[in-house]
């Protein structure tokens, strides 16, 4: 049973190395080029989902946004002016 699985495992082994190896099909320059060139239009707009996270988030920002003078930091002279 040992045998089976050690085999098993270098089989496995092999077969990842030989699906990982670069170049069973090549291409030539100029098919790369004329693919590049030709485009695929307009690209798809990404499809917006509902998520519960995203709807609380907006939720939290909208509510708990500080007022105009909060924001950043202030720069002041040593004498408070």
Do not use: C, N
Request: proline share 6%; net charge positive; glycine share 12%.
């Amino acid at each position: 049973m040992l045998v089976l699985e050690i085999v098993g495992g270098l089989v496995a082994l092999g077969l990842g190395i030989w699906l990982g190896l670069p170049g069973r099909y090549e291409q030539s320059v100029d098919e790369v080029e004329s693919r590049m060139l030709e485009g695929r239009g307009r690209s798809r707009k990404a499809k917006r989902h509902f998520t519960p996270l995203a709807w609380i988030q907006r939720q939290l920002s909208a509510r708990s946004s500080p007022p105009s003078d909060r924001r950043g930091f202030r720069v002041r002279h040593p004498d408070g002016r």
